[in-house]
């Protein structure tokens, strides 16, 4: 029997918070091969209660996993990264950098090329790809998932996609 190749994500706040939006964090812990973990710079930026409520539970039951920036070299580059973008996604790219990680966030804009050209984009999920992956271990269905995305829309996260049943 082989062992399963676990695929370590470090989690920015926007994938933890849509997930709440759809009631759906627990299903994080579902997502095999993946295991999230969680900056404390990520856990700060969470500022609503109930959301925050929800990720600490999700930290005590072991779905999510909370990690430090714990090396000299991620530090540095934290410090860096700190100067052009938030405390979050400056943790996030600079533990996927020095720990070799995935990241889930759905940022755009400057921290999406910073990704790209630090660790490329194929380590870098999000949240319509965390859903994508779901149905395709059938943990959720099609219907299920285009119902989330219609929340996630209703709350202003749009993806560009009419259906889940469309993706390949």
């Known amino acids: 029997m082989t062992a399963l190749s676990i695929s370590v994500v470090v989690t920015d706040a926007n994938v933890l918070i849509n997930f709440c939006h759809i009631g759906q964090l627990p299903l994080l812990g579902a997502l095999t091969p993946y295991r999230f973990f969680v900056p404390e710079e990520v856990i700060n930026e969470i500022t609503e209660p109930a959301q925050q409520t929800e990720v600490a539970g999700a930290l005590a039951q072991g779905l ?14 934290f410090g860096t990264l700190r100067h052009l973008m938030g405390r979050g996604e400056a943790a996030c790219l ?49 219907a299920e998932a285009d119902g989330f995305k219609a929340v996630l829309e209703a709350r202003r996260f749009v993806m560009p996609f009419a259906s889940f049943g469309d993706l390949a």
């Open 64 to 77: 999510i996993a909370r990690t430090v920036i714990d090396s000299i070299e991620a530090l540095a580059l």
């Open 94 to 142: 600079a533990l996927a950098v020095t720990k070799g990680w995935m990241i889930a966030s759905d940022e755009k804009r400057r921290f999406r090329r910073e990704v790209v050209e630090r660790i490329g984009a194929a380590r870098l999920v999000g949240t319509a790809s965390l859903l994508r992956h779901a149905i395709s271990i059938e943990r959720v269905s099609v």
